[in-house]
């Protein structure tokens, strides 16, 4: 069964670089799958925020495409998460999660436990 | 884009009712419409998806209907187990969106 891991600083300082990293066990990054990561604000709902495929293949969240960058590596089995001039409002658990092809694009079948990420200084 | 809402948001029900959650998006998107779970302090849980085919190994009680722009979950029989906020959202479209979610108690 595949299995999705944060990881990465609990704490990071307003205006500096939020980074995260997903490490994927017991399935290749290489499958016909999309990755992405989603957040959720302390008592908020969930925003997606990108997703990619092995290719190289992205979709960002236009509303933070500006500052966010995915990205891949699949000699690691990891991909990674970086939102650069974070604010308050990027304090967030960020899920990462596995995400269909076809008719399932857009459909997240399995997600991490999730890193809190607070931003403060 | 496309706005998901869903109502209420939030209910409080007794064990073994019938409760219907609704999710209404602001455009047609047939039947690409899915619910999630989530139990405090762990990560949704993919529920339904095609509004509604259930994931593999959630109960039966739990069913999705719906197309176009009105969607609905219902759990035939509360149980105490299904404490939880439900979320739709809609995928095949981009970019992606969650309603805001239906907090579920006992």
């Known amino acids: 069964q595949v299995r999705l891991q944060e990881s990465g600083p609990g704490l990071v300082k307003p205006s500096e670089t939020l980074s995260l990293t997903c490490t994927v066990s017991?399935?290749?990054?290489?499958?016909?799958?999309?990755w992405g990561w989603i957040r959720q604000s302390p008592g908020k709902g969930l925003e997606w925020i990108a997703s990619?495929?092995?290719?190289?293949?992205?979709y960002y969240n236009p509303s933070l495409r500006s500052r966010v960058t995915i990205s891949i590596d699949t000699s690691k089995n990891q991909f990674s998460l970086q939102v650069n001039s974070v604010t308050a409002a990027d304090t967030a658990v960020y899920y990462c999660?596995?995400?269909?092809?076809?008719?399932?694009?857009?459909?997240?079948?399995?997600w991490g436990q999730g890193a809190l990420v607070n931003v403060s200084s | 884009d496309i706005q998901m809402t869903q109502s209420p948001s939030s209910l409080s029900a007794s064990v073994g009712d019938r409760v219907t959650i609704s999710c209404r998006a602001s455009?047609?998107?047939?039947?690409?419409l899915a619910w999630y779970q989530q139990k405090p302090g762990q990560p949704p849980r993919l529920l339904i998806f095609?509004?509604?085919t259930l994931q593999s190994g959630v109960p039966s009680r739990f069913s999705g209907s719906g197309s176009g722009t009105d969607f609905t979950l219902t759990i035939s029989s509360l149980q105490a187990e299904d404490v939880a906020t439900y979320y739709c959202?809609?995928?095949?479209?981009?970019?992606?969106?969650f309603g805001q979610g239906t907090k579920v108690e006992i």
């Open positions: 999660v596995r995400e269909g092809l076809g008719t399932t694009w857009g459909l997240f079948d399995s």
């Open positions: 959202q809609k995928y095949y479209n981009d970019p992606r969106a």
């Open positions: 095609a509004a509604s």
């Open positions: 017991n399935f290749s990054l290489t499958s016909d799958y999309y």
């Open positions: 990619i495929y092995q290719n190289g293949g992205i």
């Open positions: 455009q047609d998107i047939t039947n690409y």
